[in-house]
């Protein structure tokens, strides 16, 4: 992590001011030093040095960008608040003016988020000093769930925490209905180990004809695709939705069909199956970070 303390030391915000200045694009008004972001795009001038001396916020950020591409990096991507709307035209066009490709500094806007509890919006006050902070979120309902219900909302999303959703140990609640699966499915594994069932031999996936195991297949077949939308398209989202899809087929499968039966062929290549969308589930809540419990 690089704080601004050290973008100082490093006298990287005058590496700016000074390379700004030596390509014209600064003058002074009013004893405060703009930036003259309108050649690039903007819709107005920018301030970089207050009047009092002081740095405007765009500086020390210009410093950080500096500082990221000389460690190496050749593509930004920043992640701010939707009140930072108007900040991204200027901090594109500084990021230019300073040499650079704009097009590789990419400005992601998240929404805000609104915490209910039985229906009602819960009121928070700076000025009364009344704030939930995240470790008092995660103090409430756990990590696993903290991180899935974030995770789960789109980007470009404003999203209503339901607090007691996500305390509950039903099917409502998605974080509690993927880990369900995820543990279901060790526990089949365990009660065909107990039957004395040789998982270690090679199925014959081929006596796999039923429509909701095709289907499970499809769905596992999906995952690789998954993860390169969630990072082509920037949206996180797309991954516990996925996993939500998955579990809700597993547990389809898993009322309608029998799993550990008397043909010990077909035992075993449902349990192949079975193995399949378990390491899935985990291999996805532990990109998200998130337990993949054995049993609930």
Do not use: C, W
Not at 36 to 55: H, L, V
Not at 177 to 192: E, G, M
Request: proline share 4%; glycine share 4%.
């Amino acid at each position: 992590m690089i704080h601004e303390k050290s973008i100082r030391k490093e006298d990287l915000p005058e590496f700016v001011v000074k390379q700004l200045r030596e390509n014209n694009l600064l003058y002074t008004k009013e004893n405060a030093i703009f930036f003259k972001s309108t050649d690039f795009g903007d819709d107005k001038d920018r301030p970089i040095i207050k009047g009092d001396g002081e740095y405007a916020y765009i500086l020390p950020d210009a410093a950080y960008h500096e500082d990221k591409m000389r460690r190496g990096f050749d593509y930004l991507i920043d992640i701010f608040g939707p009140d930072h709307h108007g900040y991204k035209k200027r901090l594109k066009a500084i990021f230019q003016a300073m040499g650079y490709n704009p097009d590789h500094l990419e400005i992601i806007l998240h929404q805000m988020v609104n915490l209910t509890n039985e229906g009602n919006k819960i009121k928070m006050s700076k000025r009364k000093g009344y704030i939930v902070s995240l470790d008092d979120l995660i103090d409430d309902i756990g990590k696993d769930a903290a991180r899935f219900f974030f995770v789960l909302r789109k980007v470009n999303s404003h999203l209503d925490f339901d607090l007691e959703l996500a305390k509950q140990k039903t099917e409502e609640n998605p974080v509690y209905y993927v880990q369900y699966a995820h543990a279901r499915i060790s526990s089949i594994i365990r009660f065909a180990n107990e039957k004395g069932i040789d998982l270690t031999e090679k199925p014959d996936i081929s006596t796999l004809r039923e429509e909701k195991e095709l289907m499970l297949i499809k769905k596992i077949i999906q995952f690789p695709e998954i993860l390169d939308d969630v990072i082509s398209r920037r949206e996180p989202s797309i991954l516990p939705r996925y996993l939500i899809e998955l579990s809700s087929k597993f547990h389809n499968f898993y009322n309608d069909i029998r799993v550990v039966t008397d043909d010990k062929e077909l035992t075993k290549a449902r349990i192949t199956l079975i193995k399949a969308v378990k390491n899935t589930l985990r291999i996805g809540l532990d990109l998200i970070g998130v337990d993949a419990p054995e049993k609930m």
